[in-house]
């Protein structure tokens, strides 16, 4: 299969370069490695991340890619110069951001 082939050119490589076998640790059980094998080893980490993104609506926080994009687009092009809270602190003192 696909990967016994890469492992004998592995093996070749190796061997051309003149390392001595012990010292690479290139074993695979049985010379296969199954999917659901792989899966099983996922990190924690990874099955976290995962978790998070289908709770918080994917890599775009629920929008379509073209339309987070979009955004994107707009909001680098037309950043404000103003945080909010330099404009609050240059409201009049009777005026404040909930009358607006």
Do not use: C, M
Request: net charge positive; proline share 2%; charged share 30%.
């Amino acid at each position: 299969n696909d990967l016994n082939s890469k492992y004998k050119a592995i093996e070749e490589f190796v061997h051309q370069l003149g390392l001595k076998k012990r010292n690479v640790k290139l074993k695979y059980k049985n010379n296969e490695v199954s999917q659901s094998g792989v899966q099983a080893r996922q990190f924690q980490e990874v099955k976290d991340f995962q978790k998070f993104l289908d709770e918080t609506g994917g890599h775009y926080g629920g929008w379509r890619e073209e339309d987070h994009l979009l955004f994107l687009k707009i909001s680098s092009k037309n950043k404000p110069h103003k945080t909010a809270e330099i404009i609050h602190h240059q409201l009049p003192g009777n005026i404040t951001l909930n009358s607006l």
